[in-house]
């Protein structure tokens, strides 16, 4: 079944290696064979993973997207450790994250590590109401 996919103007998709922008005016097309797809609205860039979470999905973008997605998933596990000790209440975002690795669906991953970066911005808003206010 064709994937629709309509974009906004000047919105970004990757499809497989190639990175297509849209032009002036909303357009839609259908993607017919089975293509790893992600909109613009998906796509963490590096210089925008700012935190470990969103250094986590920059992970999942690369493991989705190559071929031989080894290192990437290598990466990954790397951060998800560091990640866990830091703060072991991210365990069980992280665990759904890895199942979906297992498992060879590196786009649900990619969509799981969403609820991560949620979970790790409360934590981040916690801390900084918990922080004591210098005058």
């Not at 993973?49 to 973008?61: F, Y």
Request: glycine letters at 4%.
């Amino acid at each position: 079944m064709p994937l629709r996919i309509e974009l906004k103007p000047g919105e970004r998709v990757i499809i497989g290696d190639c990175a297509i922008r849209n032009g002036p005016r909303r357009s839609a097309f259908l993607v017919e064979t089975g293509h790893k797809v992600l909109r613009e609205s998906e796509i963490v860039r590096e210089s925008e993973a700012d935190t470990p979470a969103k250094q986590i999905c920059v992970a999942l973008q690369r493991a989705y997207l190559l071929d031989d997605p080894f290192d990437a998933e290598t990466q990954f596990m790397d951060l998800a450790n560091a990640v866990m000790r830091a703060a072991p209440s991210s365990k069980p975002f992280i665990a759904a994250i890895y199942e979906k690795l297992v498992a060879g669906d590196h786009y649900r991953a990619l969509k799981a590590a969403r609820d991560l970066v949620a979970h790790e911005a409360r934590l981040l808003a916690l801390a900084e109401a918990d922080a004591p206010v210098t005058a």
